[in-house]
Every structure is written in C-alpha cells, then in structure tokens.
C-alpha cells in the first residue's frame, strides 16, 4: 500500500512519542509516574452514570443547542474568566 506524501510528514502522535520515552527510561532503570493520556482505575460513579442515562433518554438533549449557548452557560463562563483573568463582563452586552 501507498501512503500519501501528506501522511508521511505528519508528526509522530503525541502520546505514542512520550509512550516510546516512558519505555525507554523504564528499561534504563528509571522510576516514571506518567502524566500522559490514562486509563480510569475506576469505575464511574453510579449517579453520574445514571444522569447521562437520564439525559440520553430526555428527548430535549437530542438537539443541538443555541449557536449562542444558554444564558446560564454563557454567565458561568464569564464569571470563570473573571475569577481567572480579572475581567469584567459589559453590561452593554450581557445576555447577548
């Protein structure tokens, strides 16, 4: 099989590259906590599990929201920046 030119530049993956250090280094010895891509060691929460279920089963999340998002996300948002950034939301456009 033929790869297209534009694949083979492509840099390697990411976590694929820090996977092939990670070996490296454990087979020299080295003791290496990974912060990369993870797998859960545990199971999700039974409640979280059953609030998607419910959300799935609600046929007014099979839409697609406002391109606006809603007020209350909009809102949780710029109060997020806020406590992040020190910026403030104008009054001009709140709600817009």
């Known amino acids: ?5 534009r694949i ?21 010895g ?19 599990v059953e609030a998607l279920q419910e959300a799935v089963d609600d046929p007014s999340t099979h839409r697609y929201p406002s391109y606006y998002g809603s007020l209350e996300f909009r809102r949780a948002v710029a ?9 403030e939301l104008d009054p001009e456009t709140e709600g817009t």
């Open 79 to 87: 109060a997020w920046y806020g406590r992040r950034f020190g910026v």
């Open 8 to 28: 083979e530049t492509l840099p390697p993956y990411l976590f694929a590259e820090l996977d092939r250090k990670l070996a490296a280094k454990r087979e020299h």
């Open 1 to 5: 099989m033929r790869i297209a030119k």
């Open 30 to 48: 080295v003791d290496v906590i990974s912060l990369g891509v993870g797998d859960p060691d545990l199971p999700t929460p039974a409640h979280i």
